[in-house]
């Protein structure tokens, strides 16, 4: 996360994985805890990076298919925070 963003993050926890596209490849999805820094995009492998607040929808970006690893993720994220 810090190299890529700037946010160091704490308290990381196994989520999933799932096979990736790429010959010989997997992706793996952690939850972490903000611990400090802002977002600064390094420009070179990160596109776009935002906080989003996940109470109004309306803003979220468009969603990945709920097949993909990611979007498990973000539907997981929301009902653990919205549990809490």
Partial sequence: MYEEVGIRVRDV?????????????????????????EIQ????????????DVENFENLPRLPARISIARRLI??????????
């Fill in 13 to 37: 926890r196994y989520f999933a994985s799932q096979p990736w596209p790429f010959p010989h490849s997997l992706m793996i999805a952690f939850f972490a805890e903000h611990e400090s820094g």
């Fill in 75 to 84: 539907d997981a994220a929301i009902g653990e925070m919205r549990a809490s």
């Fill in 41 to 52: 995009i390094d420009g070179a492998e990160i596109e776009d990076a935002r906080w989003f």
